[in-house]
C-alpha cells in the first residue's frame, strides 16, 4: 500500500493550497481518510477525517470554517483545500488510510501513511 501526498508550499498568510493524496494498493474506497499534521518541534495532530464515502466529514477546532477535506474514489484521491492559512498551519501534512469506514481521529486507527508534505506560512 502507498500513500503518496503532494501540494505543499510556501504560501503567505491568508493564503490557499490544496493538498492531494493518492493511494494505491487497497481499496481506497471502504476505508475513511484523515489528514494529520505535524509542526515543528510538536506532536503530530488530526486535522480532518472524511468517511468512505464522503457523506461525513470532522474537523479539528483550529481549522474548522477553513478547510475543507474532499474525496474522489474513482481516482483513489483525497484532498485537503486549506484556506485563510494562517502561520500557525506551519506543518509536515500527512495523509492517512483508516482501518474503518467511519470518521475518526485517533491514530491508532490508521494503518497506512503516506511521506508528508511540508506546508509553510508565513506572516
Known amino acids: 500500500v502507498q500513500l503518496q501526498a503532494f501540494g505543499g508550499g510556501l504560501v503567505q498568510a491568508g493564503g490557499s493550497l490544496r493538498l492531494s493524496c493518492v493511494v494505491s494498493?487497497?481499496?481506497?474506497?471502504?476505508?475513511?481518510m484523515g489528514w494529520f499534521r505535524q509542526a515543528p518541534g510538536k506532536e503530530r495532530e488530526f486535522v480532518a477525517v472524511i468517511n468512505w464515502i464522503g457523506s461525513s466529514t470532522y474537523y479539528a477546532n483550529s481549522v474548522k470554517g477553513r478547510f475543507t477535506i474532499s474525496r474522489d474514489n474513482a481516482k483513489n484521491t483525497v484532498y485537503l483545500q486549506m484556506n485563510s492559512l494562517k502561520p500557525e498551519d506551519t506543518a509536515v501534512y500527512y495523509c492517512?488510510?483508516?482501518?474503518?469506514?467511519?470518521?475518526?481521529?485517533?491514530?491508532?486507527?490508521?494503518?497506512?501513511w503516506g511521506q508528508g508534505t511540508l506546508v509553510t506560512v508565513s506572516s
Open positions: 492517512a488510510s483508516a482501518i474503518t469506514a467511519g470518521t475518526t481521529g485517533e491514530e491508532y486507527e490508521y494503518d497506512y
Open positions: 494498493g487497497r481499496s481506497f474506497s471502504v476505508y475513511a
